[in-house]
């Protein structure tokens, strides 16, 4: 790897745009497909929270939902809903590079603890039969380090997303890199990738390697194949 720094899969979705344009060509065209296909299964939810604390709310929102999964049951304590809501707003700080990142209030709280009960159900009712691991594990390949998923569900994995928008590039290129990093390591467990909304309740479900074929333009094994390529040797895609 040499002199090369090692980078995170958020810092390589948001950048390197010469390597997403030679390995995936096409994404935009997947984005539009993701956005057609998308179906519904929950109202949208009216947030009555600043824009600008959507984050820490939807943070909040999914930890709590994964602290509930865990403990398979449907309310937390409100001492545990206090010990997430430090959690997340010293993540954040880290993540945001900033001093800190002020507690939510009770509505914000609230928000976070409706969109956390949107996620169970969702799954509850679209995934009963698959045992769900949250924050699924990817080991590393060249200069990307470490990361985790957001849910894995038998052979489909999820990306979730609590804004007010439709689904973006940026949210199948996590999904693009946690599948390659998957792809590196021999393992097909994922042959589904899908994003899903639970504020503006609505999914989409897509096969792993008609959308790398989709986006790259290619086989899927050597788009994946590429992908890695970068991740050992980044100095030959200058």
């Given amino acids: 790897m040499g002199c090369c720094s090692l980078i995170t899969v958020t810092e390589l979705s948001r950048g390197y ?133 957001d849910v894995l569900s038998g052979d489909t994995l999820y990306e979730i997303k609590a804004g007010e928008r439709e689904f973006r590039v940026s949210d199948l290129k996590q999904l693009l890199m946690y599948a390659t990093l998957n792809f590196s390591e021999h393992d097909e467990t994922i042959k589904y990738i899908a994003l899903m909304n639970p504020r503006r309740g609505d999914f989409v479900k897509l096969g792993i390697k008609e959308s790398v074929e989709i986006a790259s333009g290619k086989a899927a094994a050597d788009a994946f194949y590429e992908l890695i390529n970068f991740f050992d040797n980044p100095d030959d895609f200058r």
């Avoid at 998308?38 to 824009?51: P, W």
């Avoid at 949107?118 to 380090?145: A, D």
């Fill in 17 to 149: 745009a010469s390597v997403w344009k030679r390995t995936f060509p096409f994404i935009s065209k997947l984005v539009r497909k993701s956005n057609l296909q998308k179906e519904t299964f929950e109202d949208h939810l009216t947030s009555k929270v600043d824009s600008s604390r959507r984050a820490i709310v939807n943070e909040i929102g999914f930890r709590i939902f994964e602290k509930s999964h865990k403990l398979d049951v449907e309310n937390l304590e409100d001492e545990d809903i206090e010990i997430i809501s430090v959690q997340a707003c010293k993540y954040l700080a880290g993540l945001e590079r900033v001093e800190h990142v002020a507690m939510p209030n009770k509505e914000e709280l609230n928000e976070s603890i409706l969109i956390a009960r949107r996620t169970r159900q969702y799954f509850s009712e679209n995934e009963p039969r698959s045992e769900l691991i949250i924050s699924p594990e990817f080991n590393g390949c060249g200069m990307v380090t470490p990361c985790f998923g």
